[in-house]
Nanobody, 115 residues
Framework: VQLVESGGGLVQPGGSLRLSCAAS????????MSWYRQAPGKERELVASITTTGSITNYADSVKGRFSISRDNAKNTVYLQMNSLKPEDTAAYYC?????????WGQGTQVTVSS
């Protein structure tokens, strides 16, 4: 089982980034997918989640209207489009796969928002 995040980096406030999480080793289409983030000294928090078919999405209040989660079950990949980035969005971002019986985490990708 692997979840490999990519797309992080350094961006100026107001900028955009698109994170990707490529999955392998399990039946991706059967798993709810989520993005979490963890800033230094803070607990890991849920950013966004998407159901197996992509029909329902949920967002933390802090990112509503700025971030968008999507998935491509044919490519076994989940995305997080991040717009209007703020310094407080700086964190390591992790994707998670969830089913009734299993939970998998990626290794994370760093997002730094700074001028």
């Amino acid at each position: 089982v692997q979840l490999v995040e990519s797309g992080g980096g350094l961006v100026q406030p107001g900028g955009s980034l698109r994170l990707s999480c490529a999955a392998s080793g399990f039946t991706f289409r059967s798993y709810v997918m989520s993005w979490y983030r963890q800033a230094p000294g803070k607990e890991r928090e849920l950013v966004a989640s998407i159901t197996t078919t992509g029909s329902i999405t949920n967002y933390a209040d802090s990112v509503k209207g700025r971030f968008s989660i999507s998935r491509d079950n044919a490519k076994n990949t989940v995305y997080l489009q991040m717009n209007s980035l703020k310094p407080e969005d700086t964190a390591a971002y992790y994707c998670r796969a969830f089913s009734n019986t299993n939970r998998y985490w990626g290794q994370g990708t760093q997002v730094t928002v700074s001028s």
